[in-house]
């Protein structure tokens, strides 16, 4: 599992160095305008054709937005007690909502419960990526657009659009052709790469004197102490099967994905700040997913 985790984020070592080599002759700018309006909707697309939903699965979704309207309505308290800024306020509610589901949930949920997990862990990221893409980027837009500017920046991002028609084809058991499958499975992991190659850029700009530690701070306690606290508890309620609980509080409590940077970029919402919170929430993650999995043999979820 480590080594795994070790080797996709080979991928934000080749950024930060073509960045720190380069300097403007790499411009992360275009990495992220190219991963957003073109990629990732192919991202989208392919992976709501990979595998026909159904009613029982269709049910997934429900229990995944029920956890992230806990921490959406925690966070956004928190931000707003103790922060006036509202770019600040933005970021910390986006960090505690929108983690990196695919690049670490999905592997992390097959090394810890095997490849049962994947039907699960593959549909909460496609969910996790209309989140992004919807909430996302009104929150990140906001920091800097007016509400109406916001409203505007979200429906004009393509994902939500192609997801949808995804979405619609396969409910309606239109099945993709094997050679333009493939050609999307490329474009697919070509999302995922251009996201890690980014934090890797952003890596690269990020100072120890400039951390926003106030910012840093609430992250990191909200992120790991206090929404697990609020969330184990109401997923052990729902009494669903071990291998869907355990399943959802992984995916909820998986650092902040690499495509909070893409955003802050994108919309000028303090993109330097954000990737250093994802990069200190990715490296407390690996000693935090200890105590996970001990906690997860002390409810039953893992034998």
């Known amino acids: 599992m480590f080594y795994s985790i070790l080797a996709i984020y080979c991928f934000v070592l080749v950024g930060f160095f073509a960045k720190k080599w380069f300097q403007e002759q790499v411009q992360e700018r275009s990495f992220v305008v190219l991963s957003v309006y073109f990629f990732q909707p192919i991202l989208a697309f392919w992976g709501l054709s990979t595998r026909p939903l159904n009613s029982e699965l269709l049910l997934v979704p429900l229990y995944f937005f029920a956890g992230i309207g806990i921490c959406f309505a925690v966070s956004f308290a928190v931000a707003t007690l103790f922060f006036k800024d509202t770019q600040e306020r933005s970021i910390l509610t986006a960090g505690a909502i929108i983690g990196n589901t695919g690049n ?106 400039s951390l926003n530690i106030k910012l840093l701070a609430h992250t990191t306690f909200l992120k790991f102490l206090v929404l697990p606290t609020l969330l184990f508890p109401f997923l052990l309620w729902l009494e669903l099967s071990p291998l869907l609980t355990g399943a959802l509080i992984l995916q909820l409590t998986v650092p902040m994905a690499v495509n909070n940077i893409n955003f802050a970029s994108l919309y000028y919402c303090r993109p330097v700040d954000v990737t250093s919170m994802v990069l200190t929430t990715s490296v407390l993650y690996i000693g935090y997913l200890g105590g996970m999995v001990w906690a997860f043999k002390v409810f039953g979820i893992l034998d």
């Open 104 to 209: 670490l949930g999905i592997p992390l949920g097959i090394a810890i419960f095997g490849e049962a997990s994947v039907v699960y862990t593959s549909l909460m990221t496609l969910c996790n990526v209309f989140l992004l893409q919807s909430v996302g980027v009104l929150l990140y837009s906001r920091g800097s657009y007016s509400l109406r500017a916001s409203l505007s920046n979200m429906i004009k991002l393509p994902v939500i659009w192609v997801g949808l028609i995804a979405l619609g084809l396969n409910l309606s058991g239109v099945r993709i052709e094997e050679n333009i499958f493939r050609a999307l499975e490329m474009g697919a992991h070509t999302a995922l790469t251009f996201q890690l190659l980014t934090f890797g850029m952003f890596l690269n700009q990020v100072k120890l004197r």
